[in-house]
C-alpha cells in the first residue's frame, strides 16, 4: 500500500497560515461586519457588483436577482432563493443537506474523534464547549463537515423536522476556514466562535453546530435572531423546554451567516447512514439527500 505524504508547504502558503495567527481577526470582523450594513447607493451596488463578479455569484437563483435590489451588503449576501431554487427532497427516510456549499469531511466519529481534514483531527469534548452529556450521546456517531463559500446561498437549513432542545453559544477565535487552512490549522473547528443547537428527531438526536470565521460578522437562528455581536467571553446556554420548545420543519431556515462560515451535523450512533455519493470536496446544494434512516 502506498502512503501518501503532504507536500511541503511554499513561502507564500506558510506565510498565509502566519498571516491566520497575526491578524487581527475581531477588528477586521467588526469592521466588515460596519461596512455591510451601510446603505450607501451606488457605492453598495458596486460592491455587491464586484463581489458577485469574482465569486461568480449565480444570480439567476436569488428571489431578487438585480444588485440595485439591495440596500445592504448583508441584505445581498444573506439572499433569499427564488422559488423553487432548491428541491427537497421528500423520501420521509431522508435527511436534507442544511446548507450549500462543499463536504469538507464526513464519515465516522470514532469515539470522540471527528477528521477536521487529512492528518488533523479533532474532539467532541472540544467541539462541544466539554458539554459531558452531549458528548456522550454522539460518540461513534456520524457527522458531516459543509464549507460555504463566499458565493454560496448563506441560510441553514432543517435537515429533517426536529424540536429544538438546547442552543449553545462557544466564544472562540475567527480564524477563516476555508480548505486549505482547514488542512493546516490544528483543532480549527474547536477554536472557531460557534452555536451548537441540539434537536430531537425521528432520527435520533442530532446537532447542527453553525461555525463562525474571519469576516463572518454574525450569526443568527430564526427563533432567537442574531446571536452575535455582541460577542460574550462566556459560553452561554439556552434551553428549549415545554412552552418554550421551538419545532421546525423539514427545509425549514433554521439560522443564517452574514459572510461565509461552516455547518457541522453529528448524528448519533446507529442512527443514518450518509449519502454513498457524498465524499470529500462534493459540492452540495441545500435539499440534496445528505443520510438515510439506519
Known amino acids: ?93 431522508a435527511l436534507c443537506l442544511p446548507a450549500d456549499g462543499r463536504i469538507s469531511q464526513l464519515g465516522h466519529i470514532d469515539d470522540n474523534r471527528l477528521l477536521q481534514a487529512k492528518g488533523h483531527n479533532f474532539h467532541l469534548e472540544d ?24 458565493r454560496d446561498y448563506h441560510r441553514v437549513h432543517m435537515p429533517c423536522d426536529g424540536t429544538l432542545r438546547k442552543m449553545i453559544y462557544v466564544p472562540g477565535a475567527l480564524f477563516s476556514v476555508n480548505p486549505f487552512l482547514a488542512e493546516h490549522i490544528p483543532n480549527l473547528f474547536a477554536r472557531n466562535e460557534r452555536v451548537i443547537c441540539l434537536f430531537d428527531t425521528e432520527f435520533g438526536q442530532m446537532v447542527q453546530i453553525l461555525v463562525g470565521a474571519t469576516i463572518t460578522a454574525s450569526i443568527s437562528t430564526q427563533w432567537a435572531g442574531i446571536i452575535n455581536p455582541p460577542r460574550s467571553n462566556e459560553v452561554k446556554v439556552w434551553t428549549y423546554e415545554g412552552e418554550n420548545a421551538v419545532k421546525l420543519h423539514k427545509g425549514q431556515e433554521m439560522g443564517a451567516f452574514q459572510l461565509g462560515s461552516t455547518v457541522i451535523n453529528l448524528f448519533q450512533q446507529n442512527q443514518v447512514k450518509l449519502a454513498e455519493q457524498l465524499a470529500v470536496d462534493t459540492p452540495v446544494h441545500m435539499g440534496e439527500v445528505l443520510a438515510y434512516k439506519q
Do not use: C
Open 127 to 150: 467541539l462541544l464547549a466539554n458539554d459531558d452529556e452531549l458528548v456522550q450521546t454522539f460518540k461513534n456517531g456520524e457527522f458531516a463537515t459543509i464549507y460555504l463559500s463566499p
Open 1 to 93: 500500500m502506498t502512503v501518501k505524504t503532504q507536500m511541503p508547504l511554499t513561502y507564500w502558503q506558510r506565510a498565509k497560515v502566519a498571516f491566520q495567527y497575526l491578524m487581527p481577526q475581531l477588528y477586521l470582523t467588526q469592521l466588515a461586519g460596519w461596512f455591510a450594513k451601510q446603505r450607501w447607493g451606488v457605492v453598495t451596488h458596486f460592491v455587491i457588483k464586484l463581489f458577485a463578479k469574482k465569486y461568480q455569484v449565480n444570480m439567476q437563483e436569488a428571489a431578487k436577482p438585480h444588485f440595485n435590489d439591495y440596500a445592504t451588503f448583508n441584505e445581498f449576501f444573506i439572499r433569499p432563493l427564488a422559488e423553487g431554487a432548491r428541491k427537497i427532497d421528500e423520501n420521509s427516510t
